[in-house]
């Protein structure tokens, strides 16, 4: 059974942190591609952050460069996303994905597997 389970959401402070863990199963982690990608209410969902499945190559929003920092453990099947200087517009639910392409897609469709989604409020 595939699961993909976000932890470290939360509340913090515009200018603060968070890291976000997945953890992943039921499928070959080192093989598939992963990213993390967010929903604010009444937006679409967009993508955040990707690493390839090797982690040999990352990509980031214009939105979040300088700020956020995607990583990825192959040995303990887990992806992690660092935010840093957290502003009031990253106030959203943030869901990793798999892909099992290398190379992470843009489009949502892309992606073979979700995680329920954990909420980060940024706000003072």
């Known amino acids: 059974q595939v699961q993909l389970v976000e932890s470290g959401g939360g509340l913090a402070q515009p200018g603060g942190s968070l890291r976000l863990s997945c953890a992943a199963s039921?499928?070959?982690?080192?093989?598939?591609?992963m990213s993390w990608y967010r929903q604010a209410p009444g937006k679409e969902r967009e993508l955040v952050a990707g690493?390839?499945?090797?982690?040999?190559?990352?990509n980031s929003a214009d939105s979040v460069k300088g700020r956020f920092t995607i990583s990825r453990d192959n040995a303990k099947n887990t992806v992690y996303l660092q935010m840093n200087s957290l502003k009031p517009e990253d106030t959203a639910v943030h869901y990793c994905a798999a892909t099992g392409r290398l190379l992470t897609p843009r489009v949502p469709a892309s992606y073979d597997y979700w995680g329920q989604g954990t909420q980060v409020t940024v706000s003072s």
């Open positions: 690493i390839s499945a090797t982690g040999g190559i990352t």
């Open positions: 039921g499928f070959t982690f080192s093989s598939h591609a």
